[in-house]
């Protein structure tokens, strides 16, 4: 079961307060081990809001979107050369941002313009 941060507090204070352990199981129905365990987090601060900071990534969206539009037949080995990261990486990174990065093979082209030659000639 997951107590409240003021819950704890609470239990914690009242146990300080200078009542005994089986008060304190009687009031807030916790063990003494877990009065030890709230109490020394509490002391080391394990409670206190942490900040998300957002990972640095390699890769500037902006300078990506400007390499496909620029190159768009490079393939992802040679996109993530300028920015020092793995093909996975620019792979994830264009999937993010919704670009797709599709070649069509060689022989399907050339059997399309064939199949397009034949079919206006009849």
């Not at 200078?18 to 002391?43: C, M, N, V």
């Not at 942490?50 to 620029?70: H, T």
């Not at 490079?74 to 793995?86: I, S, V, W």
């Amino acid at each position: 079961m997951a107590y409240s941060l003021d819950y704890k507090k609470r239990a914690v204070a009242y146990k300080q307060e200078g009542h005994t352990f089986k008060q304190l199981r009687e009031a807030f129905g916790i063990p003494s081990q877990t009065y030890y365990d709230w109490e020394k987090k509490l002391k080391s601060g394990y409670y206190d809001i942490k900040i998300k900071q957002e990972r640095a990534g390699k890769i500037d969206k902006e300078k990506l979107k400007q390499a496909v539009a620029q190159t768009p037949d490079a393939y992802l080995y040679e996109l993530a050369e300028p920015f020092g990261c793995t093909p996975q990486a620019v792979f994830l990174m264009m999937r993010n941002l919704k670009i797709t990065h599709k070649k069509r093979p060689l022989l399907t082209v050339k059997s399309q313009q064939k199949n397009a030659v034949n079919t206006h000639r009849h």
